[in-house]
């Protein structure tokens, strides 16, 4: 079992920056990518981007690359999730989950993931 917490959300404004945190703890810490993703109310779960166990390859969704830059502190078994140029559309729950295995290529960090944090508002105000 993995346990993942997020933090670092809240209100930012149009323009802004915010930095989540997401901490995991349990079984086998740190072999594992770390994904994070985004959630609206009535759509579907999208990933914004994702890093690997070593850290050496990363993914970014195209509506953040250039905006958003995700790193992991292994040995503190923490992926940060920094973000700015914030905008509006950026508006979601973000939740940050855990993939069991090794990754070969981008399609890998789509999915499926293992364990999923609780998730954290991220509000851009216009």
């Known amino acids: 079992q993995v346990h993942l917490v997020e933090s670092g959300g809240g209100l930012a404004q149009s323009g802004g920056s915010l930095k989540l945190s997401c901490v995991a703890s349990?079984?086998?810490?740190?072999?594992?990518?770390i994904g994070w993703f985004r959630q609206d109310p009535g759509k579907e779960r999208e990933i914004v981007s994702a890093?690997?166990?070593?850290?050496?390859?990363?993914y970014y969704a195209d509506s953040v690359k250039g905006r958003f830059t995700i790193s992991r502190d292994t040995a503190k078994n923490t992926v940060f999730l920094q973000m700015n140029t914030l905008q509006p559309d950026d508006t979601a729950v973000y939740y940050c989950?855990?993939?069991?295995?090794?990754?070969?290529?981008?399609?890998?960090?789509?999915?499926?993931?293992?364990?999923w944090g609780q998730g954290i508002q991220v509000t851009i105000a216009s």
């Open positions: 989950g855990a993939a069991m295995r090794v990754i070969y290529s981008d399609d890998d960090f789509l999915g499926p993931y293992d364990y």
């Open positions: 349990g079984r086998a810490a740190g072999n594992y990518a």
């Open positions: 890093i690997s166990w070593s850290g050496t390859r990363t």
